[in-house]
């Protein structure tokens, strides 16, 4: 099958996908529910990007920034940007103390420790040497306490991964340090757009300037195993959605997520 990831649901790609133009022998296949995916258009300067955004926003961030800095002291609080070959070594170190002690882990919502050894140690220099990791880390007093693991290529800068240590969550580790990248932007090979990419989440909600509804398609051929594969694959997803839907109902789902960030 064909794959296109990140489609607009508001276009004519879309329209036609879903029509009875397209060839009759395939059809369009919407695996995943329609979610957002919210960008930042980066100002001229930093201070352009803060004054497009509302007074309390301003508030709030710098309050958070300037609680954590309060807390840990100015030589407690450490941001480092990634970027070259050497630095990998010490980044993966920091991710996976990280991954550890995250709440997203007990979802499986984040990347694998194993993913980190040899295999990927290459995949992340390989990245660096190509000059395309942009990756952050917070250390709070000397302990990584939260990261940010991104890409910029041809002058965008795509978010792939946003994890905290949850002992640290009553201190938003993660918006600040979110804060501090988007400064970071701003000030040094700057890009032109910031990708959160798929899905919606609150740092995402407060830095992006810009939301698109997008869909991932798969265009597959008709055949009667393929009409079996993914009908069972439509019947596991609306199950996934309808337990998530009660829980929303109950009032549950934000009950789970708290005690899962604990």
């Not at 993966?92 to 990280?98: E, G, H, M, S, T």
């Not at 002058?155 to 400064?183: C, D, Q, S, W």
């Not at 079996?228 to 596991?236: P, Q």
Request: proline share 4%.
């Amino acid at each position: 099958y064909l794959e296109i990831m990140s489609l607009p649901v508001d276009t004519p790609l879309w329209e036609h996908l879903h029509s009875s133009d397209l060839n009759p022998g395939y059809f369009a296949y919407a695996p995943f529910r329609s979610t957002l995916r919210q960008t930042l258009t980066l100002g001229a300067t930093w201070d352009d990007y803060m004054h497009q955004r509302s007074r309390n926003f301003r508030e709030q961030m710098r309050r958070k920034d300037r609680k954590i800095r309060r807390k840990y002291g100015a030589d407690g609080v450490r941001i480092t940007c990634i970027r070259t070959p050497e630095q990998v070594p010490g980044f993966l170190q920091d991710v996976a103390c990280i991954l550890e002690r995250c709440w997203q882990r007990r979802l499986g919502a984040t990347m694998d420790v194993d993913d980190l050894g040899d295999r990927g140690q290459a995949h992340f220099l390989r990245m660096a040497e190509a000059t395309v990791l942009r990756a952050y880390v917070l250390h709070l007093n000397g302990d990584p306490a939260a990261f940010v693991l991104g890409t910029q290529y041809r002058g965008v800068f795509h978010v792939k991964e946003l994890a905290y240590a949850a002992e640290y969550g009553g201190h938003g580790p993660g918006t600040v340090l979110m804060y501090n990248v988007i400064r970071d932007l701003h000030a040094a090979d700057p890009p032109y757009l910031c990708d959160f990419g798929y899905g919606d989440a609150r740092y995402k909600r407060e830095f992006s300037t810009e939301a698109t509804v997008v869909s991932t398609v798969w265009i597959v051929r008709k055949r009667a195993y393929t009409r079996l594969v993914f009908g069972l694959h439509r019947a596991v997803m609306l199950l996934h959605r309808a337990a998530g839907d009660v829980l929303a109902r109950l009032g549950w789902k934000s009950k789970v997520l708290a005690w899962l960030k604990r």
